[in-house]
């Protein structure tokens, strides 16, 4: 299944790549020449058909747990200071997607949207320390049952030149419900209490709507 934010481009390439094949069949003579170009556009629209693809992901709604909102590397846990939204310190989990990772953007949360923002930015590499603040950028925040209130951004980066963000404030959301999408290659912080219990690791692959990035914290802990 593709992600509907795909299907003008994933149209659009199939003609063309039909388009490119035919002509290389009927108009190019030599032989090598014909069949690298028929299989450079075969490569282009697997390539566009894998980065659109929208996997099912059965979820059980769980507020103990804060789910991955992406598929991706973790690449950053730290304590930041948020001066956006919350204006206060926050644990900051962020996960980098490579161009061949599945770039569905799903709520890591049941909760209301209490804040959902787009700001316009530059395109610096998504693993750049001032990419989550001088990029293009959206930031949401859900009031969930257990942790408060919780944040995350989706991040541009060099590559990605479109963020497609669903949210809207004061609508119920679930956990592992489609939230939006980015196109070719970006980031996705998350913004957590200080008190929760990070789950993750650096370098730790993980995948949306299945890897818990942090839980509520035990009394003992």
């Known amino acids: 299944m593709f992600h509907k934010e795909g299907q003008k481009i994933i149209i ?15 108009y190019i003579e030599v032989e090598w020449l014909r069949l690298t170009i028929q299989i450079i556009a075969l490569v282009l629209l697997i ?31 730290e304590e930041v200071d948020e001066p956006e939204y919350f204006k206060e310190k926050r644990r900051q989990v962020s996960i980098f997607m490579s161009p061949v990772n599945v770039h569905v953007t799903r709520y890591p949360a049941s909760g209301t949207i209490t804040y959902s923002k787009y700001h316009p930015g530059k395109y610096l590499v998504a693993w750049h320390p001032k990419s989550s603040t001088e990029n293009e950028r959206t930031t949401v925040v859900l009031h969930t049952p257990k942790f408060g209130e919780i944040g995350y951004r989706q991040i541009a980066g060099a590559m990605a030149r479109r963020i497609v963000n669903y949210a809207e404030e004061g609508e119920q959301v679930t956990q592992g419900q489609d939230a939006g999408f980015i196109k070719f290659g970006s980031r996705v912080d998350l913004l957590l209490p200080l008190d929760c219990n990070i789950t993750v690791k650096l370098g730790q692959k993980v995948v949306g709507a299945k890897t818990c990035i942090a839980s509520i914290r035990k009394q003992d802990d």
Not at 12 to 26: D, K, S
Not at 56 to 77: E, H, Q, S, W, Y
């Open 47 to 77: 390539a566009i058909l894998q980065f659109f693809r929208n996997p099912k992901r059965l979820v059980t709604p769980n507020f103990d747990d804060i789910l991955a909102p992406v598929d991706g590397k973790v690449v950053v846990i």
């Open 12 to 26: 659009i390439t199939f003609f063309i790549v039909v388009a490119a094949i035919l002509a290389a069949q009927f």
